[in-house]
């Protein structure tokens, strides 16, 4: 009885030969001459030379020599023929890359070179110095808030060969730290650079991974951090919502921008929102459009709500939706307003004249002086104030009294001080009797019942002077002068 192999067993051998075949072909090629590296906090690129023996391969931690100091670093590619890995690229793609990713602004750098693949003493002084981070932190916000600078910091990233050491700060104006940097260079013994950068470099040094469970893409490989407009929030998300919209700095994501070229282009193929559209199933008008499904709800002229494919959509039979019929119509009853209904409910408690005057809004009774709830009767007297006499209004039911208006009395110039006292030395000779003789005495009555004299001077004064008439004359003062010139 023969033994047949396992699946399972077939595809580990299979794998295993693969990796020995790859691993062989890496042995015969040659160590590679150049390398790109990325290192530092803020994640730059270099392409240094190399000339050691032993051939690193992608991920490899290496000591590198930079324009800041001695460094670790991690091996990207390598860009030379015959390289040592068969993901190597050739310059010239490494180039057209950097060129597409943001041309000059892109962190490249060439002055340099990889000493060798970092070993474990190299690995340990790393840990060391990152260790004594927290202490660097503490000294620097120490001196920061001595000085009084509006500052905040952010990170604190010593070389590995000590000579030099970088403090990340974030801050809304321009400050000038040159006393910082003095008394931080005697503390620390060494040089200190001090970087101002904003919140998306901020989220590129101290951020680890985004809501998609990947590393931050300014962190990973997005060197050129271009601004982002809110359009492309709009277009792409269904919602607004800024927890939803932005990254770990604060502002919109970075990638909303990687496939905003593409839903331009599948945006221009929607047909537009209540525009008229021919599909298989008839005529109907657009209701709403999905820009990734490609499909576009449409409302049919029977009233039918479907949803189509935009390849399926022609252009209409008629370019207007048919009338309705007139069963079709739905009269529905008119709704009462708020008025309306109080009014109705007035009539049926009050009737007769009370529900005539419930009929008349509530604004117009206050402008005709009328109490709320009281019945003009017939035959009553109401007095205008205009013209300074008594108007009667004869009516009976349904009678509106006139509008009281107040007439703007002629601006007089007010009277010196030699005027006043001629007017009072005047006033003490007459002995307080007034000049107007006719009317006086009802003049003085009404001014009795009105509340005062400073009423009847104004009366006076709105109809430029006293005169003869009911409620018109000038009275006797309780201060015992007159106001009459």
Do not use: W
Not at 430 to 454: L, N
Request: one cysteine or more; aromatic letters at 4%.
């Amino acid at each position: 009885m023969s033994i047949e192999p396992l699946p399972q067993f077939e595809e580990d051998l299979a794998s295993y030969l693969k990796e020995k075949e790859d691993r062989e072909a890496y042995e015969r090629l040659n160590v590679p001459s150049s390398i790109v590296v990325r290192f530092g906090y803020s994640m730059m690129v270099g392409e240094f030379p190399y000339s050691g023996e032993v051939k690193p391969g992608c991920g490899s931690k290496l000591v590198v020599k930079t324009q800041r100091g001695t460094e670790i670093g991690e091996m990207l590619t390598s860009t030379c023929a015959n390289s040592g890995c068969s993901k190597s690229v050739s310059r010239k793609e490494m180039l057209g890359y950097i060129e597409n990713s943001g041309g000059r602004k892109y962190p490249f750098f060439e002055q340099g070179r990889v000493l060798r693949v970092a070993e474990k003493k190299d690995m340990d002084e790393l840990a060391r110095r990152e260790q004594s981070k927290h202490g660097m932190r503490t000294v620097v916000r120490g001196k920061m808030k001595a000085h009084g600078l509006d500052m905040r910091l952010v990170e604190v990233e010593p070389l590995l060969g000590g000579e030099r050491v970088m403090v990340y700060f974030s801050s809304e104006e321009r400050v000038d730290f040159r006393e910082l940097v003095k008394e931080l260079q005697v503390e620390f013994k060494t040089r200190v650079e001090l970087v101002q950068v904003g919140a998306r470099d901020e989220a590129r040094i101290v951020a680890d991974y985004e809501r998609c469970g990947q590393y931050c893409c300014c962190k990973n490989f997005l060197k050129v951090l271009k601004p982002i407009s809110m359009k492309s929030a709009k277009i792409q998300k269904a919602t607004l919502d800024p927890l939803k919209i932005s990254g770990r700095c604060g502002r919109l994501m970075c990638c909303l921008r990687y496939e905003d070229e593409t839903y331009d282009e599948l945006r221009k193929n929607l047909p537009h929102r209540k525009s008229r559209v021919g599909t298989p199933e008839g005529d109907g008008m657009v209701l709403d459009s999905q820009i990734l499904t490609q499909l576009s709800k449409i409302r049919l002229d029977d009233g039918t709500i479907v949803a189509v494919a935009i390849e399926e959509l022609t252009s209409p039979v008629l370019a207007k939706a048919p009338e309705p019929s007139e069963r079709a119509v739905r009269k529905e009853p008119r709704r009462e307003s708020r008025n309306e209904a109080r009014d109705e409910s007035r009539r049926d408690a009050g009737g007769g004249e009370n529900a005539r005057d419930g009929d008349k809004p509530r604004r117009r009774r206050r402008r005709s002086g009328e109490k709320s709830g009281a019945a003009p009767q017939a035959g009553q007297e109401a007095r205008t104030g205009q013209g300074g006499g008594d108007a009667v209004v004869e009516g009976g039911e349904g009678t509106k009294p006139k509008k009281r208006r107040r007439r703007q009395g002629s601006k007089r110039p007010r009277p010196t001080e030699a005027e006043r006292a001629a007017r009072a030395e005047k006033t003490q000779q007459t002995g307080g009797e007034s000049k107007s003789e006719d009317g006086g005495g009802a003049g003085g009555a009404g001014g009795g019942e009105g509340g005062g004299a400073k009423k009847k001077r104004r009366r006076r004064r709105r109809r430029g002077g006293g005169g003869s008439g009911t409620g018109g004359g000038s009275g006797v003062e309780s201060g015992g002068g007159s106001d009459g010139e």
